[in-house]
């Protein structure tokens, strides 16, 4: 029954999402320029790059223990911009993995990457490495690749428990600029304290369409964020209509003879309880008694005489 009362607001939220989606979208591929804010994060990716081939040094990316689903997705789309960048300055990378089909996903994007770019002899089929998929194991091996090739930037994105920590200390220690993101919110301390750059709750997801400008992403993204105005718009409308409408419910009363006192008329609040009966709510004025209602008792003392005896 809550449902019937209270589902069609599920419904509305979706249809208004669809709607918001739909139509930036197609502002997008109209040619609108729809805005994005800045994230730093993805800013010093072009920073880092440029450090590590300076320095002639890898890059490094990791996707954590991300498998093969929208995280580790997300994750590889992002590696694929940085290995384009990477591929155009003939930046080594290493590209570290804990899970299998994100592996062979992995090594046929990148090599579309490399052949894309013009330059598929620059692939380097080592480059993209299937560590283990043991936890601790896999953050040993992330370690010792970082200490003995001294990478210069680390991408950590993904999925990370209790190795995060380990991973980012090491490229710490090593000097290299270190950017990160994860879905996993109690790791997100521990990267901020590690790292250069974190990126926060949704800031992952919208990496891509920040680093694309594909007009699908853009338009899912900022019909997203209309979504969230109107819904948090939606709460705070509803929080200040609550509380008037319950100071005004408050405010109500009827005038009703007060139970064992005949005769005597007093406003009670129209959902106090009188009588073992719950009074239904209604919104009106009080009620002044009229001239057809019996009069009220005058109580003891309330009239002082005023002239003596004659």
Same mark, same amino acid.
């Given at each position: 029954?809550?449902?019937?009362? !209270?589902?069609?607001?599920?419904?509305?939220?979706?249809?208004?999402?669809?709607?918001?989606?739909?139509?930036?979208?197609?502002?997008?591929?109209?040619?609108?320029?729809?805005?994005?804010?800045?994230?730093? @994060?993805?800013?010093?990716?072009?920073?880092?790059?440029?450090?590590?081939?300076?320095? $002639?040094?890898?890059?490094?990316?990791?996707?954590?223990?991300?498998?093969?689903?929208?995280? $580790?997705?997300?994750? %590889?789309?992002? *590696?694929?911009?940085?290995?384009?960048?990477?591929?155009?300055? #003939?930046?080594?990378?290493?590209?570290?993995?804990?899970?299998? =089909?994100?592996?062979?996903?992995?090594?046929?994007?990148?090599?579309?990457?490399?052949? !894309?770019?013009?330059?598929?002899?620059?692939?380097?089929?080592?480059?993209?490495?299937?560590? !283990?998929?043991?936890?601790?194991?896999?953050? #040993?091996?992330?370690? $010792?690749?970082?200490?003995?090739?001294?990478?210069? #930037?680390?991408?950590?994105?993904?999925?990370?428990?209790?190795?995060?920590? %380990?991973?980012?200390?090491?490229?710490?220690?090593? @000097?290299?600029?270190?950017?990160?993101?994860?879905?996993?919110?109690?790791?997100?301390?521990?990267? %901020?304290?590690?790292?250069?750059?974190?990126?926060? $709750?949704?800031?992952?997801?919208?990496?891509? #369409?920040?680093?694309?400008?594909?007009?699908?992403?853009?338009?899912?993204?900022?019909?997203?964020?209309?979504?969230?105005?109107? %819904?948090?718009?939606?709460?705070?409308?509803?929080?200040?209509?609550?509380?008037?409408?319950?100071? *005004?419910?408050?405010?109500?009363?009827?005038?009703?003879?007060? =139970?064992?006192?005949?005769?005597?008329?007093?406003?009670?609040?129209?959902?106090?309880?009188?009588?073992?009966?719950?009074?239904?709510?209604?919104?009106?004025?009080?009620?002044?008694?009229?001239?057809?209602?019996? =009069?009220?008792?005058?109580? =003891?003392?309330?009239?002082?005489? !005023?002239?003596?005896?004659?």
């Amino acid at each position: 029954m809550q449902y019937y009362d !209270t589902g069609y607001l599920q419904i509305l939220f979706v249809v208004l999402l669809i709607v918001f989606i739909l139509f930036n979208i197609q502002r997008a591929r109209g040619g609108k320029q729809l805005f994005i804010r800045r994230i730093p @994060g993805l800013s010093a990716i072009d920073e880092a790059i440029g450090r590590s081939t300076e320095m $002639g040094r890898p890059v490094l990316m990791v996707p954590g223990l991300s498998g093969l689903d929208p995280v $580790g997705i997300q994750a %590889i789309k992002i *590696f694929g911009y940085i290995t384009r960048t990477a591929a155009r300055f #003939a930046t080594p990378i290493r590209l570290l993995l804990a899970n299998a =089909p994100l592996y062979s996903v992995a090594t046929e994007m990148i090599r579309d990457v490399y052949q !894309t770019e013009g330059v598929p002899e620059r692939f380097d089929p080592q480059s993209v490495r299937f560590v !283990t998929d043991r936890q601790f194991a896999f953050a #040993a091996g992330v370690a $010792g690749l970082i200490y003995r090739e001294r990478v210069a #930037a680390a991408f950590l994105m993904g999925d990370w428990y209790a190795e995060s920590l %380990i991973v980012a200390e090491s490229a710490n220690a090593v @000097g290299a600029i270190q950017v990160a993101a994860s879905t996993i919110t109690t790791q997100t301390p521990f990267l %901020i304290a590690a790292c250069d750059y974190v990126m926060i $709750g949704d800031e992952f997801y919208a990496a891509s #369409a920040y680093l694309s400008r594909e007009p699908v992403l853009v338009g899912s993204l900022v019909g997203q964020d209309w979504s969230k105005l109107a %819904i948090a718009s939606l709460i705070v409308v509803s929080s200040l209509f609550g509380s008037v409408e319950k100071r *005004f419910v408050q405010q109500t009363a009827e005038w009703v003879q007060e =139970p064992g006192k005949a005769g005597e008329m007093r406003p009670i609040p129209a959902r106090m309880k009188r009588n073992d009966e719950i009074l239904p709510l209604r919104f009106f004025s009080p009620r002044k008694p009229g001239p057809l209602d019996p =009069p009220r008792q005058k109580k =003891p003392g309330a009239e002082t005489s !005023t002239g003596g005896d004659s």
